[in-house]
C-alpha cells in the first residue's frame, strides 16, 4: 500500500503559477497510474492530469490542457505545473495512485490528504 504526500497549495491571484508535488511512498509498480484530480466546494471530484510511472502521453482534463503540466521525477514525485490559473481553478487537489489509464477517480485505491488552491483577485 502507498501513501502519498501532496504539498504545494496556496492562494494566488489570476494569471499566476503554482506548483503542486505529490511525493508515494510504499511499493510503486512502474505500471502504475498517477493522478491529479481536483474539488471545489459543493462540487464533484474531476480529472485534472494523469501519467505512468514507465511514461508515456500524459492525460489533461480539457479545462487544463495548454496550461497544467504533469511531470514525474525520482524516485516518486509527480508534480502538476499549473500556470495561467484562473478563478475557477479553485479547488482542493488530490493526488492519487491507480493501475489503469484511467480518467474515473473510482478506479484510483490509494489517496493523498489535499492540497488547497485559491486563485481570487
Known amino acids: 500500500q502507498s501513501h502519498l504526500v501532496e504539498s504545494g497549495g496556496g492562494s494566488v491571484q489570476p494569471g499566476d503559477s503554482l506548483t503542486l508535488s505529490c511525493t508515494a511512498s510504499?511499493?510503486?509498480?512502474?505500471?502504475?497510474?498517477m493522478g491529479w484530480f481536483r474539488q471545489a466546494p459543493g462540487g464533484e471530484r474531476e480529472f485534472v492530469a494523469l501519467?505512468?510511472?514507465?511514461?508515456?502521453?500524459p492525460l489533461y482534463a480539457d479545462s487544463v490542457k495548454g496550461r497544467f503540466t504533469i511531470s514525474k521525477d525520482s524516485p516518486y514525485t509527480v508534480y502538476l505545473q499549473m500556470n495561467a490559473l484562473k478563478v475557477e481553478d479553485t479547488a482542493v487537489y488530490y493526488c492519487?495512485?491507480?493501475?489503469?489509464?484511467?480518467?474515473?477517480?473510482?478506479?484510483?485505491?490509494?489517496w493523498g490528504q489535499g492540497t488547497q488552491v485559491t486563485v481570487a483577485s
Open positions: 492519487a495512485r491507480g493501475s489503469d489509464y484511467t480518467t474515473n477517480h473510482r478506479s484510483y485505491f490509494a
Open positions: 510504499g511499493r510503486i509498480l512502474s505500471s502504475s497510474v
Open positions: 501519467i505512468r510511472w514507465r511514461g508515456g502521453n
